[in-house]
């Protein structure tokens, strides 16, 4: 069977040389036309992105956005040197006004300038602006602050406990298909119920948003205006800009890293061109089959393009090894190339399907990013086999080629001497080469048990960055900037409108300060009873003593049906216009979600505790998604490495043809994995979205060199019964492709050493490093493996050699 498959493959390479024009206008023809979507390619940054649609965490999210409206604010920092001073309150106003006037897609911008104040005047309620009366004297502003300071909605929420930092808070639009509206008049048509109302704000919507706030930021900053952006959406923002940038000058480093390697390696143009042109094109066909299945560029996906370079060229250089090898014999160039792919077209078959296999593995991630990266890499992995195989063939016969012979006698390459060198210490050194490594194992699982679990995206950005220190400065002076909300459905109309609910929403919104887990806490909660308790009081001549609410339902209802009255919509915000369903939200810092579960759980508990009776209790918000991210790691990371081994263990040993062979050939691939997982637990690296992919992508492209290596020393010890003269013709044909395919997948994961985002840093390096171990691996492990595994037939062949002698 092999020996047809074999000859299969030359045939078919005699077919692409004679048939080259026909071959490249049909591939490249596919190539250009594909290209045209690439345009359309979308980027997505959101926390929600992380979540498959149908996932019962972003069902209820996207549930709660339609009726309540986006929960990700974008909150503005301001530090001036005194808040009350009537120069920066004429400055607050003017950059308010200017974020109204310029910024796109958003509900509301609330500020000091205009945040909602209930007093009572007489008998009747007025709900307005804080600063309705511009203050114009010392007096009044003395007396602004003292209302300010005095109203627990505005402490931590638009300005710090200690009056040093004030806050401006943007809301965004919920639907991308809304914005002409809110530009045109601030009126929405959709009903914010509507499961049909439109799609959810994009990505890109979110970019523009952002990159608005930015430039009136720009404007208005100084030294007595210090100003912070943060948020969720202007995480998303920061991300979606860096994974622009970075993806280009990656594929284009990776472009570099290539040719340079090629170039080094063989020194003639054709094995630098060709092999480029199928990789571009085997690229450019799986990214614009990315765009036309409608699948955006997210965090951890952002790596396929230059993961489609590094991997995609590793076939070719098999075969051009092998070509001019054919070449130095003195063949032509059509049976030079039918040769090679006789000669290496199985074996880059296999890999191919070995690595494809591996990242397939990461279909059943529960994170969608990962997901769809286990859909489009195997994809890409797929059409880099079927483009080299169909233009390399095709592009040599058209390629112009100067004749060259060898001649008898030539010293191997560098290359050629130091993978046969080390080969021939593994089979002569072999008890002491596995031990050796068994000892590296053992050490490296230790610290691997020592890796801890992390998913923060703030801290993706490098410390100094602007992203990051605003982040910091509303953890540390605002109380965070994430939110969490429970939603109190009481299942009757006027349900929330029970004293005793609300009595109960105003005890949890105490208890829940008083709750630590770790660093968690909660810096601010906001109910509908906080609402109904400023609204008593001002009823009652502002009286602090009356904030409370009170224990009529009849009068609950009254006073709320007087707010609603006065022209103020806030209630919208927090319950349904039945009154049937609350809003409870709570506000704390946006820290690595790895502490979310046990800081959620007692906030749930004690929600339960309070209200479960009267209510059914449903938690959501995004520092809800944020925090089951960290479980979809966990359980994506066991689904993947599971599935990944077993799909490539069996096929490892049905491609090799040997069971015993086969069986050791796993042992190579797994050790690298182990030795990076115990390098991030020795050196505190967290397993995080991006290098929980580290392990299925480097068992997929590892095996590749073993199915090489192991491919052609069945071959040779099948002719010798030799190990060791095997192992020194396998690694004099394919070593030096193995070197080469290996320096050019590790410089594709190299070239990340360059990002900016510290996750994308780590998962390039770490994968690098993966690889030039499993290289190391598959030339000193496997050939020591395979002298004790073949320890029989060596021993016959020795013996057989003495009686000779």
């Known amino acids: 069977m092999r020996d047809r498959i074999e000859r299969a493959f030359e045939r078919w390479g005699h077919f692409a040389y004679r048939r080259a024009g026909w071959v490249l206008t049909a591939v490249l023809g596919l190539t250009l036309a594909l290209a045209t979507q690439l345009p359309n390619l979308g980027f997505d940054g959101s926390t929600e992105a992380f979540f498959h649609e149908d996932d019962p965490i972003r069902v209820t999210y996207d549930g709660f956005r339609r009726q309540f409206g986006s929960d990700t604010l974008i909150l503005i920092a301001v530090r001036p040197s005194e808040i009350f001073e009537l120069g920066f ?31 009572g005047e007489g008998d009747q309620l007025i709900v307005g602006d804080l600063m309705e009366d511009w203050p ?47 530009d045109l008049g601030g009126f929405n048509d959709a009903e914010p119920g509507d499961p049909d109302s439109g799609t959810f704000l994009t990505g890109d919507d979110t970019g523009t948003i952002v990159t608005a706030v930015y430039e009136v930021m720009e404007r208005h900053r ?10 969720a959406p202007v995480m998303m923002a920061d991300l979606q800009g860096e994974m622009q940038q970075d993806m280009v000058l990656f594929t284009g480093l990776a472009l570099l890293a290539i040719t340079v390697l090629l170039a080094a390696a063989f020194r003639r143009s054709a094995a630098v061109i060709l092999p480029l042109v199928c990789v571009v094109a085997s690229m450019t066909i799986t990214m ?31 075969i051009m090894a092998i070509f001019y090898q054919a070449r130095a014999r003195g063949e032509d160039k059509e049976h030079a190339i039918a040769h090679a792919l006789g000669h290496s077209g199985l074996a880059v078959a296999m890999t191919s399907l070995t690595t494809a296999a591996g990242l397939l593995s990461f279909t059943a991630a529960e994170l969608l990013p990962i997901a769809e990266f286990g859909v489009m890499a195997p994809a890409g992995v797929m059409a880099s086999l079927l483009v080299t195989l169909a233009m390399l063939p095709a592009m040599i016969a058209l390629y112009p080629m100067r004749e060259e012979r060898r001649l008898e006698g030539d010293a191997p390459k560098l290359s050629q001497r130091i993978m046969v060198a080390t080969g021939a210490f593994a089979t002569r050194n072999a008890r002491a080469v596995v031990a050796a490594w068994a000892v590296l194992l053992v050490v490296a699982l230790g610290f691997a048990s020592q890796v801890r679990l992390s998913h923060a995206p703030f801290t993706w950005f490098p410390k100094g960055h602007p992203t990051r220190d605003a982040a910091d400065v509303l953890n ?45 806490f909660v810096g601010k909660t906001i109910s509908v009873s906080d609402v109904v308790q400023e609204i008593h009081q001002a009823l009652n001549e502002n009286d602090p003593d ?20 006065s022209g103020s919509d806030d209630l919208e915000d927090l319950v349904d216009p039945q009154f049937s369903t609350a809003r409870l939200t709570m506000k704390f810092p946006f820290l690595d979600a790895v502490q979310f579960g046990p800081f959620f759980e007692l906030l749930g508990e004690e929600v339960e505790a309070q209200v479960g009776d009267r209510a059914e209790i449903t938690t959501t918000g995004l520092g809800m998604l944020a925090g089951a991210a960290i479980g979809a790691v966990v359980k994506t990371l066991v689904r993947s490495y599971l599935i990944a081994f077993a799909i490539i263990s069996p096929l490892l040993v049905l491609l090799i043809g040997n069971f015993r062979f086969g069986l050791a050939a796993i042992v190579p691939n797994l050790a690298p994995i182990i030795l990076t997982v115990g390098v991030m637990g ?47 013709q396998t690694l004099t044909t394919t070593g030096q492709a193995l070197l080469l395919t290996t320096l050019v997948l590790s410089s594709g994961f190299f070239v990340y050493f360059f990002a900016t985002l510290v996750v994308l840093h780590n998962f390039g390096l770490l994968t690098a490093m993966t690889i030039l171990v499993a290289l190391l691996a598959d030339v000193l492990l496997a050939p020591a493996l395979m002298v004790l595994l073949s320890r029989p037939q060596l021993d016959t062949a020795t013996t057989s050699m003495e009686t000779a002698r």
């Not at 502003?141 to 200690?162: C, F, G, I, K």
């Not at 100084?222 to 948020?231: I, N, R, T």
Request: glycine content about 6%; proline content about 4%; cysteine-free.
């Open 89 to 119: 309150l004429e400055k607050l106003r003017a950059f308010h006004e200017d974020l109204e006037a310029e910024v796109p897609m958003l509900v509301e911008v609330t500020s000091l300038v205009n945040a909602r104040e209930t007093r």
């Open 136 to 182: 114009t004297s010392d007096a009044d502003v003395a007396d602004l602050e003292r209302r300010v300071m005095a109203n627990p909605l505005y402490r931590d929420q638009l300005v710090s406990a200690n009056g040093a930092l004030t806050t401006v808070l943007l809301e965004t639009v919920v639907y991308s298909d809304t914005a002409g509206e809110f």
């Open 682 to 728: 020795a050196f505190g690296l967290p397993l995080d979205a991006f290098t929980l992919m580290i392990g299925s992508i480097a068992l997929g492209l590892a095996v590749d060199d073993t199915i090489h290596f192991m491919h052609n020393f069945r071959r040779y010890f099948s002719q010798s019964g030799d190990v060791e003269s095997a192992v020194r």
């Open 288 to 318: 614009s089959v990315m765009t036309l299945l409608g699948i955006a560029i997210k965090p951890p996906t952002q790596i396929l393009p230059s993961f489609l370079l590094a991997v995609g060229v590793g076939a070719s250089v098999h």
């Open 546 to 565: 009356y904030y409370a609410v009170p224990d009529d339902p009849r009068l609950v209802a009254q006073e709320l049906l007087l707010f609603e009255n």
């Open 222 to 231: 100084g030294p007595d205006f210090e100003l912070y952006a943060s948020g």
């Open 476 to 520: 540390d002076e605002m109380n965070g900037s994430l939110f969490l909300e429970f939603l109190i459905r009481t299942d009757r109309e006027n349900g929330i409108q029970d004293p005793e609910l609300l009595k109960r929403l105003e005890a949890i919104q105490a208890n829940v300060a008083e709750i630590r887990s770790a660093d968690m």
